[in-house]
């Protein structure tokens, strides 16, 4: 038995960390000693004090960190190794608080259905009964979204910085949990988002008991739970193959459940379509930057050394992921849904990013590694993404949004400067040059192709093509068809959305033609501490 | 020691196939129960065979997330229940295609 050591707590880099896990739990005495009235602005200008604090945070972290034992990375391992707070993290806590700012606004918008934010009234009170009616008469509605949404960013930011196995799942429990509530709590269709909180718990505590018998199977075989200890263990390859090849396979499942690949995609678009749009744009945003970080983590610093054995594996998910998120997106009829298919289509690009090259000492002049490659990329889609449903959630009619894409037929001159917006984005998810989505994909698809998975690029840029016509499809209904009935209206925002939308557009844009910044950004937050 | 990790593997199988046939979500649920136990199972036993501490302190831990799945899963339960009068998880279905 080995002796028990008290870990020192880094206080200082663990900051943002701290901030966001205190003001959750500060949200949670709000809920309990504020009175309703005054709820609504304490918990959205606590939650928006709380991000933009842990930003700073961020940023103060990251210029004092210091290579870590003249290795490579930069950064410290903290609380007895079990949290890595190096460049990577600092550069996924800052995406995830930037993309979580633009969640509390959405969350927080009350112009767009008279008064009321997206969340249903009482979620206690069964549809279609008085008490639903009596606290929709009482301008009712739930505050504690923004508590809940502070503990999953907490998750996202746990997520991909944990250091060993049993931080990474109790990271992606916290993420979770939080977004299965989110998931049911719609104001409007609320049987279609309790359905979607139901499909997206069961089948997320299914994977997250895949995740932890792998977890097991993985401490059977290195006798430990961190990572530097499981790489040293795979390198001098001291236990028996078979537990290392089923326990990364099984942890291989319940991370690619999170970020939808295919074939644990079916979650997806029913949880796309069903919850809240606010709650769609945070979620497929934040959630997909923070499982592709713990993806990398655990791919490249856990079992790095056992490239050969997991390789193949992802070359086939990215390749699946690609072609049926692209062909199933073009057959769907509901705007959410198609976007759904339209990131497990991304998922399989970004795949195809992580599949590149692993150490900045293999690399030529002016080649990226897939690291800085990949976070271009989720830095490029979280932006695009949370613009495209905020946008989603201001095409309405009298029974709420409109997802149907048949009824988006003349958006365009409804309101030109909308449609406008939401081609830009599309846009962007395509691929076109100009817009960020070109050189995220270019970033993906060069570090693939220095990395020898040419059969995978080429299958990308099929697959590319592809989700391009399903793209320009809904274009050419929002510019080009004729309206159906009174054709759709668009609601006007308050700032509230409009920021969010301004910012993800501004993004979309200047990365697409200044990407220079950022790719040095990801190039200085440097390696993974292993 | 070989005993307790089949015996794990077998309840992680069983708990794993009963999510896939059961049709009743709060069945399907302890299932889901049935593999993180299975899991727990696996990590003491080979806490044993390491001599080290790690896969027991996991387990407690793994409890506690439990508990937490458990109050968030049956409140999303009981509320599809009050709703449809019903727990089964093919009436949920007007979410497809």
């Known amino acids: ?530 | 020691m070989t005993q307790y990790v089949v015996l794990s593997a077998i309840l992680f199988t069983i708990g794993c196939v009963g999510v896939l046939t059961r049709r009743n979500a709060i069945v399907v649920f302890m299932c889901v129960e049935l593999m993180l136990n299975a899991s727990n199972l696996a990590f003491v036993a080979f806490a044993k065979q390491h001599g080290n501490l790690d896969g027991q302190i996991t387990a407690f831990f793994v409890m506690v997330v439990a508990a937490a799945e458990v109050v968030i899963g049956l409140a999303i339960i009981m509320t599809i229940f009050r709703t449809r009068r019903s727990a089964s998880v093919d009436d949920a279905s007007l979410l497809k295609y």
Not at chain 1, 339 to 353: D, E, K, Q
Not at chain 1, 375 to 395: E, P, Q
């Open chain 1, 1 to 530: 038995m080995t002796e028990f050591v008290k870990p020192s707590i880094d206080y200082f880099e663990l900051w943002p960390l701290l901030v966001v896990f205190g003001v959750a739990c500060l949200g949670v005495v709000v809920e309990a000693f504020a009175p309703r009235r005054l709820r609504y602005v304490a918990q959205v200008g606590l939650a928006l004090t709380g991000l933009v604090v842990a930003l700073v945070g961020v940023v103060l972290v990251a210029r004092d960190v210091t290579t870590y034992e003249d290795g490579a990375a930069r950064g410290i391992l903290a609380v007895g190794g079990t949290i890595a707070v190096d460049g990577p993290s600092l550069f996924i806590w800052g995406l995830v608080l930037a993309l979580a700012i633009g969640g509390v606004l959405l969350f927080a918008e009350r112009h767009l259905d008279g008064g009321v934010s997206a969340f249903a009234g009482q979620a206690a009170a069964v549809p279609g009964t008085d008490a639903e009616t009596a606290a929709l008469v009482a301008n009712r509605e739930h505050t504690e979204v923004y508590p809940l949404m502070m503990f999953a960013v907490f998750g996202m930011m746990l997520f991909p910085a944990a250091n060993d196995l049993l931080t990474m799942f109790v990271g992606l429990e916290v993420l979770s949990l939080p977004l299965y509530l989110l998931s049911g709590l719609a104001r409007r269709r609320r049987l279609l988002s309790q359905e979607a909180a139901l499909k997206y718990f069961l089948l997320g505590a299914f994977s997250s008991g895949f995740f932890l018998y792998g977890a097991a199977l993985l401490y059977g075989y290195a006798g430990s739970l961190d990572f530097a200890a499981i790489n040293e263990a795979v390198r001098n390859d001291v236990g028996s193959p078979a537990l290392l090849l089923i326990g990364t396979g099984l942890l291989s499942v319940g991370l690619l459940f999170k970020v939808g690949a295919v074939p644990f995609q079916a979650w997806t678009p029913d949880v796309y379509q069903g919850a809240p749009t606010p709650v769609t744009a945070f979620m497929a945003a934040g959630t997909k930057v923070a499982a592709f970080g713990a993806i990398m983590r655990l791919f490249y610093v856990a079992l790095g050394a056992d490239r050969w054995s997991w390789q193949p594996m992802l070359w086939i998910v990215a390749i699946l992921s690609m072609f049926v998120g692209a062909a199933l997106a073009i057959t769907q009829s509901d705007i959410k849904r198609l976007l759904a298919y339209s990131s497990v289509a991304h998922t399989g690009f970004i795949l195809t990013g992580v599949l590149g090259l692993q150490a900045s000492d293999q690399l030529a002049i002016g080649e990226i590694t897939s690291l800085q490659a990949v976070l271009f990329y989720l830095t490029t889609y979280g932006f695009a993404t949370i613009g495209a449903f905020a946008v989603v959630s201001l095409v309405r009619d009298a029974g709420g949004e409109t997802t149907a894409i048949d009824r988006w037929a003349g958006l365009g001159k409804e309101s030109p400067v909308v449609a406008a917006v939401f081609a830009f984005f599309l846009l962007a998810m395509a691929g076109i040059p100009l817009t960020s989505g070109f050189v995220g994909k270019l970033a993906v698809f060069s570090v693939a192709l220095a990395a020898g998975a040419w059969p995978v690029v080429v299958a990308a840029v099929i697959a590319s093509i592809i989700a391009a016509f399903l793209y320009i499809r809904v274009i050419k209904v929002m510019y080009f068809d004729e309206p159906v009935g009174d054709g759709p209206s668009v609601a006007y925002p308050s700032v509230l959305t409009a920021t969010t939308i301004a910012v993800g557009a501004a993004v979309t844009l200047v990365l697409g033609i200044v990407p220079g910044p950022v790719l040095d950004l990801a190039a200085v937050a440097g390696e993974f501490i292993r």
